[in-house]
């Protein structure tokens, strides 16, 4: 039986079709829905003449392919495919990309994906937030630690150096011995520190009580030099028995002398006068006019600069007292000669007790100070033998008196021997008694 003739209109596939919504399709491509496209004018008469063409064919045909009929393939030059849309290659992509279902509000989808998002970042957020407190409480913690540290040090530095100072609150000076780089440090607490002699008997009397009083006896062997030094102490010596004052162990710095000179010049040497300044030497103060530009006269300024006519006078004044500063040796050797000389007020050298501890905090504003990098300022004493034409005469005096009385004992006996001695001794001690009165 010979199969139905099918027209060849039929074999036309469907090109394309609108929905409800006005949107076309295009079945012949692999193009997904797109918004609205225009056609040729054959698509609008088929719309509003669609009683006069024939859409469908007559015959109940269906979608399916029927056996042994194989549909002829359209040409490219068709007007089908010069009417598609050209896209470009990515572009597809793209579209297909757009037109995929979003997760909208209200959906289980959307909602999963908006819990899950705002789960991670709360996790994030207070994990964030929790590095940061315990970042800022290690660090809360490690300056805790540090100043507690700092104040434990302050605490145990003033502890040392309080039974430096007398506890009723007298002042006291450093006095120092021994080599530079080790030397025994000694505080001599002073009663009265407005009365130079007396402080400077103090001074001497301090030395010669832990020293020995015997040095004194010693021809030949006296002071050799007294000066004002930097100390630096290293601790607290183990006390002999017997001994009452607390002795330090520690180190001393010799003053740059000329340097401070050269310096002192300098300043001296370039100095400007100025004609609206002056020194009063009543008050000791110095009084600027308007011409000056330190306006150090007005109390409203307290931080403002030194007058340079201040400046020059001071430089002047402390050049003298290092050239003069040798002096001082006398003074400790014979108290009475520091009377209206100033040579401790003029250095530095007395200390309260409140000045003593203020070092610890004001002076040295490092964290955790160390003991040995405080520094303060004393009086270095030395001693040796100082051999001049006098103690060089006596000694071969007696030498040769006694080879006299020798010699007087073979020639003439010891009757003659015994009587020439007793001369020379008489004549030794008057010489003695005379040299000790020069």
Request: contains cysteine; hydrophobic residues 35%; charged residues 25%.
């Amino acid at each position: 039986m010979d199969y139905i003739q099918v027209p060849p209109k039929v074999k036309l596939l469907a090109r394309k079709t609108t929905n409800d919504d006005d949107q076309a399709y295009d079945f012949t491509s692999d193009l997904p829905p797109t918004q609205r496209q225009h056609f040729d004018i054959r698509l609008q008469l088929f719309r509003f003449f669609s009683f006069l063409f024939q859409d469908q064919p007559s015959l109940p045909i269906t979608n399916n392919a029927l056996p042994g009929l194989v549909p002829t393939p359209l040409p490219k030059d068709t007007t089908l495919h010069r009417r598609r849309s050209k896209f470009p290659r990515d572009s597809r992509t793209r579209t297909q990309e757009s037109i995929l279902p979003k997760d909208r509000p209200g959906t289980a989808r959307a909602d999963e994906c908006n819990n899950n998002r705002e789960e991670h970042g709360e996790e994030d957020n207070a994990g964030s937030r929790g590095s940061i407190l315990s970042t800022f409480g290690n660090r809360e913690k490690k300056h805790d630690a540090l100043e507690k540290r700092h104040n434990i040090r302050v605490g145990a530095l003033k502890r040392v150096l309080g039974s430096m100072s007398p506890e009723n609150g007298s002042p006291m000076v450093l006095l120092c011995w021994g080599e530079s780089s080790h030397c025994s440090i000694l505080p001599v607490p002073i009663a009265n520190s407005e009365d130079d002699v007396e402080t400077w008997r103090e001074i001497h009397r301090a030395w010669y009580a832990r020293r020995g009083y015997w040095r004194k006896r010693l021809p030949g062997y006296n002071i050799t030099r007294v000066d004002a030094v930097k100390i630096s102490l290293l601790g607290l010596k183990k006390a002999s028995k017997g001994r009452e004052n607390c002795e330090y162990i520690g180190m001393y710095t010799e003053r740059d002398v000329p340097a401070e000179r050269k310096l002192l010049q300098q300043t001296i040497d370039n100095y400007v006068p100025i004609s609206d300044c002056f020194y009063n030497r009543r008050t000791g103060t110095v009084e600027c006019g308007y011409g000056c530009e330190c306006f150090s006269c007005l109390p409203c300024f307290e931080d403002a600069g030194e007058c340079p006519e201040e400046t020059y006078i001071t430089a002047r004044r402390n050049i003298v007292h290092l050239n003069t500063l040798h002096l001082m040796k006398h003074a400790f050797s014979n108290p009475d000669l520091a009377v209206l000389n100033d040579f401790l007020k003029k250095e530095n050298l007395l200390y309260s007790h409140r000045d003593v501890l203020d070092l610890t905090e004001t002076w040295n504003s490092w964290h955790c100070p160390a003991l040995r990098e405080i520094e303060f300022r004393g009086i270095v004493v030395s001693e040796g033998w100082a051999l001049d034409k006098r103690h060089m005469t006596l000694p071969l005096l007696v030498a040769i008196l006694l080879g006299v009385v020798v010699a007087a004992r073979f020639l003439f006996g010891w009757d003659t021997a015994w009587t020439v001695g007793a001369f020379f001794v008489a004549l030794i001690s008057l010489l003695l008694c005379i040299s000790y009165q020069l």
